[in-house]
């Protein structure tokens, strides 16, 4: 008898180092204080805090420290790209920051048009919420019974970096605690 481990869903996860997050951090709450475009598109889709999601899409070329953050996913995205034996060098696509208010949450999303996605957790303060990966499977299962394992839950810490496929199912779980998390997502296209 043997069994075979088919299509296996990978999640890079590396921790970059600390001393890019503390002038990341200061950028981010400069942004939620200015940019009143994105404070307006989070007030009206009801985004617990601020991103700049939907407002500003240069930020590697208004601030160096994003640049230098966009080069080293840009390394991460290719390292990932090479273990699933892609011959695409994925580009940097774009690139958004978070500050999530304390209890704040996003429903499970994918991210269409592109090929990878990721987070990079800058503070994140007791209580903040987990991001939860769905197993990608759960649509086709029809009539199968229930089973552990179909979601795998992922405890943020500062400075770790996740990347996965874009197609991947995920959501960020409501925090218990009151203080901000701070994150900068992202994508990638081919």
Do not use: C
């Not at 404070?39 to 985004?47: A, K, L, N, V």
């Not at 769905?134 to 770790?160: C, I, K, Q, S, Y």
């Amino acid at each position: 008898m043997s069994i075979r481990r088919l299509f296996p869903t990978l999640l890079y996860d590396v921790a970059i180092d600390d001393a890019l997050l503390p002038e990341l951090a200061h950028s981010i709450r400069s942004l939620a204080a200015d940019d009143e475009a994105g404070q307006r598109w989070s007030e009206e889709h009801r985004f617990a805090g601020y991103t700049s999601y939907a407002s500003l899409n240069d930020l590697p070329l208004r601030d160096p420290a994003f640049a230098d953050l966009a080069r080293l996913l840009t390394r991460h995205a290719r390292r990932l790209a090479a273990q699933l034996s892609w011959d695409a060098k994925p580009r940097l696509d774009s690139l958004w920051v978070n500050l999530l208010a304390g209890g704040g949450h996003h429903s499970a999303h994918i991210h269409p048009h592109s090929i990878l996605s990721g987070t990079l957790y800058v503070e994140v303060p007791e209580g903040a919420g987990a991001i939860r990966f769905e197993d990608p499977r759960l649509p086709m299962m029809m009539a199968a019974p229930t089973r552990a394992g179909a979601f795998h839950t992922v405890e943020p810490r500062p400075g770790m970096l996740l990347l996965w496929e874009s197609w991947l199912r995920h959501e960020v779980l409501p925090g218990t605690g009151e203080a901000e998390r701070l994150s900068i997502s992202f994508n990638f296209a081919a």
